[in-house]
């Protein structure tokens, strides 16, 4: 089906600096052996043969309910890996431990997605479409699942996204089996754009990723800058995928004279701050706000203690929990951030209920039943919860860790949070309160 476009309301502002600490509704990587502690590497050394992926994808089932991910090991995102990889397994083993689906354990099978330079995830796609995958969960960055959308979608299995942002989701045709529990960037660009405002900056900067999810904050961000009576002290600065230069577009931004700047990329944020600091307009000089795709407690160490100090960001969903933490730690106790881990976790929760909940394995009826098990049922919060009252003939509305998720038939969450953050002098950040946001 073709996804019907909705549009984002933010509603309850909560935090401190204008924006109060909100209360949250929810808290905040293994091929066939699932008994590693991490993820192993794609194995890119053969093509797939046509055989191999006639052989699966076929969107019937076969009774056991096996997920693929096909989340960033390697790439400009692969930060994002570890905690997306480890929500995946920890609610594989809450599901396998409460019973399973259908009476059998769920199987997963880990691969990378790498990034829209290399073509790893069509292969690492055609490779668990050949083992049968009923569902797909990844890719993290929105301009790698829109090349693998239609070959995972058109072979009748599920994909749902922990992390895609773009816009272009929300009405894209893709045989309604295209999900995500990361709300779209018209949320997170309304809200960022309402801080910057709150803070008082008035002519801001935007430096941009060229691509899906660059582009697609970018016009979000700009247009509620605007709408709060800030303007853009220049058109957009875009770079393109790959660079490693970043001397020309830190000129324009100086040049541009902003007293803000928002960074929208992934890890290759970390050589534009570099060069940034070289130019004299760093963080310390230029209030600089960050976004989900560059938002890390990881990727900015190597840079001079206090850079980042005072610094804020964006992060769709709730603050993560402490109690979440550590079950995410018991799975991988390298974690140094936990990026989209509740995400992860929710959307490997709601395949399951949703397959319980049809009675079946097949890609095409799960992906019919994901939108009713979030909403306008009982509520729960638990696998364990939710199946028991399936079993009861109930219908179930799943709140999950990463918030209350109440899925459109457009594949999108309809209420969301969107944490905000601030730097320290470690160069590291912590949360300083979060937007609530609807879509109509």
């Known amino acids: 089906m073709i996804r019907r476009a909705r549009t984002w309301r933010a509603v309850a502002v909560l935090g401190v600096a204008g924006l109060a600490l909100a209360a949250c509704a929810g808290d905040d990587d293994d091929a066939a052996d699932e008994d590693t502690d991490a993820p192993p590497a794609a194995d890119t050394s053969e093509e797939p043969t046509d055989e191999d992926t006639a052989a699966g994808g076929s969107g019937e089932g076969d009774g056991v309910l096996t997920l693929g991910t096909l989340l960033p090991e390697t790439g400009s995102l692969a930060f994002l890996g570890p905690p997306e990889f480890a929500g995946v397994e920890l609610a594989v083993q809450e599901i396998n431990e409460n019973g399973g689906v259908l009476g059998q354990d769920v199987v997963k099978i880990d691969s990378d997605s790498g990034d829209t330079t290399t073509d790893i995830a069509t292969q690492s796609a055609t490779r668990l479409l050949g083992e049968g995958v009923d569902a797909i969960i990844g890719a993290a960055s929105s301009g790698v699942s829109l090349t693998v959308i239609d070959q995972i979608t058109g072979a009748g299995v599920v994909q749902f996204s922990p992390a895609n942002t773009s816009p272009e989701f929300t009405d894209y045709d893709d045989n309604g089996l295209y999900f995500r529990t990361a709300p779209s960037d018209v949320l997170q660009g309304r809200v960022l754009g309402d801080l910057i405002v709150q803070d008082g900056y008035l002519n801001v900067a935007l430096l941009v990723r060229q691509d899906s999810y660059g582009s697609g904050l970018a016009e979000n961000v700009q247009l509620s800058l605007e709408a709060g009576g800030a303007a853009l002290a220049a058109d957009a600065i875009f770079y393109p995928e790959g660079t490693s230069d970043f001397a020309a577009q830190v000129t324009q931004v100086a040049e541009a004279a902003p007293d ?101 394995d097949a890609g095409v009826d799960i992906g019919a039943a994901i939108p009713d098990v979030t909403r306008d049922g009982e509520k729960c919060t638990t696998f364990a919860d939710c199946v028991a009252l399936l079993e009861a003939g109930e219908d179930i509305d799943y709140d999950g860790v990463s918030g209350p998720i109440e899925m459109s038939d457009a594949g999108d969450p309809t209420e969301a949070f969107i944490g905000i953050y601030q730097y320290g002098a470690d160069n590291t950040y912590t949360s300083i309160g979060s937007q609530a946001g609807t879509l109509e």
């Open 260 to 360: 803000a700047v928002v960074l929208i990329g992934f890890e290759e944020t970390s050589q534009i701050l570099s060069e940034m600091i070289a130019q004299g307009v760093g963080p310390d000089v230029l209030p600089t706000y960050f976004v989900d795709g560059n938002l890390s407690n990881t990727n900015y160490t190597g840079l001079p203690e206090g850079t980042l100090e005072g610094s804020k960001g964006t992060l769709p969903g709730s603050e993560v929990t402490e109690e979440f933490q550590q079950r995410l730690l018991e799975v991988d106790p390298d974690l140094a951030g936990f990026e989209y881990a509740p995400e992860s976790y929710d959307a490997a929760i709601v395949i399951a209920l949703a397959a319980i909940a049809a009675d079946s």
